[in-house]
């Protein structure tokens, strides 16, 4: 391993992520992907190690006028440390800072978008009741998209202003009120699982899946349907 020289012009910052610690060091594959391997030939070198800190990332960036070395340091969290010599502007620093917790940013999304979440109720199916019934209209109205919604209550408002024009303003207010007055309720009552004194908690499991993965999942529920799932979930 190559010895990491001091430089003066030195810029250390911390990144902290939503990503669970197990995933941590996954980050810096990604950011060889993502980042330095766009770079080619301007990148002299990239070394790959993991000493009694955890993992680590070190790749040097050429430029015009100078050279940037970039260490990142992956344990509990994202330590950066950014360090150049030669004519090199602080734009361009601050430019590749940016460019770095963006490509951390992109992985966290990545996780997001191929991780499948399951919620648990202490003392409860693992299935709720409501999902295994058929959903009312009430409940497809709020839940399944807020055009629906918005519709439904456009043409309660005709309905209104039909019955009487001169009340029908205040009458909207009121509704509209109502329905903020109660929104924590309606909700509570369209939730997949019921919340009581008894069982105040729901657990949220989140698995994370590779992208290949995740695209098999998601054919396996288009050929098998969501109950397949469930039962996968039991």
Same mark, same amino acid.
Request: one cysteine or more.
């Given at each position: 391993?190559?010895?990491?020289?001091?430089?003066?012009?030195?810029?250390?910052?911390?990144?902290?992520?939503?990503?669970? +610690?197990?995933?941590?060091?996954? $980050? %810096?594959? /990604?950011?060889?992907?993502?980042?330095?391997?766009?770079?080619? !030939?301007? @990148?002299?070198?990239?070394?790959?190690?993991?000493?009694?800190?955890?993992?680590?990332?070190?790749?040097?960036?050429?430029?015009?006028?100078?050279?940037?070395?970039? +260490?990142?340091?992956?344990?509990? $969290? %994202?330590? /950066?440390?950014?360090?150049?010599?030669?004519?090199?502007?602080? !734009?361009? @620093?601050?430019?590749?800072?940016?460019?770095?917790?963006?490509?951390?940013?992109?992985?966290?999304?990545?996780?997001?978008?191929?991780?499948?979440?399951?919620?648990?109720?202490?003392?409860?199916?693992?299935?709720?009741?409501?999902?295994?019934?058929?959903?009312?209209?009430?409940?497809?109205?709020?839940?399944?998209?807020?055009?629906?919604?918005?519709?439904?209550?456009?043409?309660?408002?005709?309905?209104?202003?039909?019955?009487?024009?001169?009340?029908?303003?205040?009458?909207?207010?009121?509704?509209?009120?109502?329905?903020?007055?109660?929104?924590?309720?309606?909700?509570?009552?369209?939730?997949?699982?019921?919340?009581?004194?008894?069982?105040?908690?729901?657990?949220?499991?989140?698995?994370?899946?590779?992208?290949?993965?995740?695209?098999?999942?998601?054919?396996?529920?288009?050929?098998?349907?969501?109950?397949?799932?469930?039962?996968?979930?039991?």
């Amino acid at each position: 391993m190559a010895e990491w020289k001091a430089f003066e012009n030195r810029m250390s910052f911390t990144v902290y992520t939503s990503v669970n +610690e197990a995933h941590i060091p996954r $980050i %810096l594959d /990604f950011i060889y992907d993502t980042y330095i391997l766009p770079l080619g !030939y301007r @990148i002299l070198r990239v070394e790959r190690f993991r000493d009694f800190l955890g993992e680590a990332l070190r790749f040097t960036i050429a430029l015009d006028r100078g050279y940037v070395h970039v +260490e990142i340091r992956a344990s509990k $969290i %994202l330590e /950066f440390t950014i360090v150049w010599e030669g004519s090199v502007d602080k !734009y361009t @620093i601050e430019q590749i800072r940016e460019d770095l917790i963006i490509a951390v940013r992109m992985f966290e999304d990545t996780i997001r978008k191929s991780s499948v979440f399951f919620t648990f109720v202490e003392n409860s199916s693992p299935v709720p009741e409501k999902l295994m019934a058929k959903r009312r209209i009430v409940e497809r109205i709020f839940t399944d998209s807020m055009i629906t919604f918005f519709v439904a209550f456009l043409i309660i408002n005709m309905v209104i202003f039909m019955i009487n024009p001169v009340l029908a303003p205040i009458a909207i207010v009121v509704l509209q009120f109502c329905i903020l007055l109660f929104s924590h309720k309606i909700i509570m009552s369209l939730g997949d699982w019921k919340i009581t004194a008894k069982n105040q908690h729901v657990t949220i499991l989140q698995y994370y899946m590779s992208p290949d993965e995740y695209r098999m999942l998601l054919d396996m529920i288009k050929v098998k349907g969501r109950n397949w799932l469930y039962q996968v979930k039991r």
